[in-house]
């Protein structure tokens, strides 16, 4: 899945205040399109189709924890890096649980903006150069198979 | 009777056991339910501050008693958001250090920086008795990380600070200063209070035992600081006290923890 242009950014966190907090902060210091859910459901279904380059999620939440969340994000897009913004203050769980995902970045709440920019900064960059590597080596096997073709045409010609 | 004495001493240590236990979860919870909002607020705060600085240079181009006018009201409210600003930073602070200080123990002793963990419990005790008891910090950043149980390392070490505070009538000082040595480190806890009669010498480090009125102190505090100290981390507790100069509690801990924990931790486990 690609993105093209403004970089995709999912904010998830059943606290509203939250969303619009971080949401508030990145339109005035980025020109991310933010992508904000109060119900983790609803942003599994969103990530299913749509692209997007990093996801910020809570740890707990109804429903679906941070973890479970970005399982299935990990699942629908493996290149789009993930955060996990927690305020929860027994942090092994969420430890415990971060090789499952591959997590990108951990913050604790309360969070410092100018500490989550530079994660999602670089969660954008690190998705984009995986995104980019990606297609590289498809270029790389597409022209490694003509290359191959050619070869055996060659050999076809002249025996 | 004297295994009555005992039984009692011990059933009132475990019930006091229990309720700093409590005491921790319900911490730990209020700091979870804290630190939502305050990150909110900070947050929010930044960019009210940033867009007033926006606003203030596209105010340069109004002219006349209207750009006057505009321009106090974007000084005004920069001078509340910078307000608040202070205030939730201090929030923040505070939640921090409930946060290191509630922080759950896990089965396994751990190596946490000492010098964080007295400088997290301080912050607790400071706002329990304002400006009448002053509180020094002298320990050194450059304390070597030390195993233990942090969670109950801050509990003996505030129930001693809190005592020493305790034992000041009118203004004093707590002075905490703490030194390496050889595999150990020694943490003094001193205060101006009025000191521990040397009758009461053997006595005081003894569940049951206090000087307090009813209602301000259970005498266990100390107990439980001994028994922490010295029966889970293998340390020291002792004091030097002269009456009316006041009293240096002194605790020694080894700084790692060679081949115990293991055998302590059955009998402490079950407490959760």
Not at chain 1, 39 to 64: C, G, H, N, Q, T
Not at chain 2, 124 to 153: D, M, S, W, Y
Not at chain 2, 183 to 209: C, E, F, H, M, N
């Amino acid at each position: 899945m690609e993105t093209n242009g403004n970089p995709v950014v999912l904010l998830v966190d059943d606290e509203e205040m939250v969303i619009t907090s971080v949401r508030a902060f990145l339109s005035l210091e980025t020109d991310y399109q933010i992508e904000g859910f109060t119900d983790p459901e609803r942003a599994a279904a969103y990530i299913k189709d749509r692209p997007f380059d990093v996801i910020v999620s809570d740890y707990l939440m109804p429903k679906l924890t941070g973890i479970q969340l970005l399982k299935r994000a990990k699942d629908a897009a493996p290149e789009a890096s993930r955060i996990l913004l927690t305020g929860h203050a027994d942090k092994q769980s969420a430890i415990d649980a971060i090789n499952d995902v591959a997590l990108f970045q951990y913050i604790e709440k309360p969070w410092d903006n100018m500490q989550l920019l530079l994660a999602i900064q670089g969660g954008i960059e690190r998705t984009r150069l995986l995104r980019d590597l990606r297609d590289r080596m498809a270029e790389l096997a597409a022209a490694n198979d003509s290359l191959k073709d050619v070869h055996r045409r060659l050999i076809k010609a002249f025996l | 009777m004297k295994e009555d004495d005992q039984i009692e001493a011990l059933r009132r240590q475990l019930a006091e056991e229990h309720s700093m236990a409590q005491l921790g979860r319900l911490l730990a919870g209020i700091v979870h339910e804290i630190n939502t909002p305050i990150g909110s607020i900070l947050s929010n705060n930044q960019v009210v501050l940033r867009s007033l600085e926006m606003l203030k240079s596209d105010l340069e181009q109004l002219t006349g008693e209207k750009q006057a006018h505009a321009r106090a009201l974007v000084a005004s409210c920069q001078s509340l958001a910078q307000v608040d600003k202070i205030a939730c930073e201090r929030i923040s602070y505070i939640v921090r250090g409930l946060k290191s200080f509630a922080r759950a123990d896990a089965g396994e002793m751990q190596w946490v920086d000492l010098a964080d963990q007295i400088a997290a419990t301080l912050k607790l005790v400071q706002g329990q008795f304002g400006r009448r008891v002053k509180f020094e910090n002298e320990v050194p950043a450059t304390l070597p990380r030390i195993q233990c149980h942090p969670g109950k390392l801050n509990q003996a070490l505030l129930n001693i600070i809190v005592n020493g505070a305790q034992a000041i009538e009118g203004e004093g000082r707590v002075t905490i200063s703490a030194e390496p040595r050889e595999g150990r480190v020694t943490i003094r806890i001193q205060d101006t209070g009025k000191g521990i009669p040397a009758s009461a010498r053997d006595r005081i480090l003894r569940a049951g035992y206090t000087t307090k009125p009813p209602g301000e102190g259970t005498g266990l505090g100390l107990a439980i600081s001994r028994q922490i100290i010295e029966d889970l981390h293998g340390g020291a507790l002792d004091f030097i006290s002269a009456p009316d100069q006041g009293t240096t509690f002194i605790i020694e801990l080894p700084v790692e923890q060679v081949n115990r924990g293991d055998e302590r931790q059955s009998s402490s486990a079950s407490r959760g």
